[in-house]
Nanobody, 114 residues
Framework: VQLQASGGGLVQAGGSLRLSCAAS????????MGWYRQAPGKQRELVAS???????RYADSVKGRFTISRDNAKNTVYLQMNSLKPEDTAVYYC?????????WGQGTLVTVSS
């Protein structure tokens, strides 16, 4: 399974960005997909996830600002990020939850300036 993430960039505080992650390869079934982020000097953390039933989960720090969605036909997951804050600055990674293991994308940098 290969994951291609895109959509990162530089944005001012209060702005918006939309991340995309397309999965390709030997995709047979999945529990779901998710977005994680890692800021400098910090551990990678879950931002949002969406499982096969459509149920979503968000980190408390992004609730009400970020929305995860998916297009099953395109094997793509999106992360709409609104009201961005400087503390949202991080490398964002998408994850594909396979049956036997989790696959990771290469990461896309999001920088929010104050």
């Amino acid at each position: 399974v290969q994951l291609q993430a895109s959509g990162g960039g530089l944005v001012q505080a209060g702005g918006s960005l939309r991340l995309s992650c397309a999965a390709s390869g030997s995709i047979f079934s999945t529990v779901g997909m998710g977005w994680y982020r890692q800021a400098p000097g910090k551990q990678r953390e879950l931002v949002a996830s969406i499982i096969s039933s459509g149920m979503t989960r968000y980190a408390d720090s992004v609730k009400g600002r970020f929305t995860i969605s998916r297009d099953n036909a395109k094997n793509t997951v999106y992360l709409q990020m609104n009201s961005l804050k400087p503390e949202d600055t991080a490398v964002y990674y998408c994850a594909y939850y396979g049956v036997a293991r989790t696959y990771w994308g290469q990461g896309t940098l999001v920088t929010v300036s104050s």
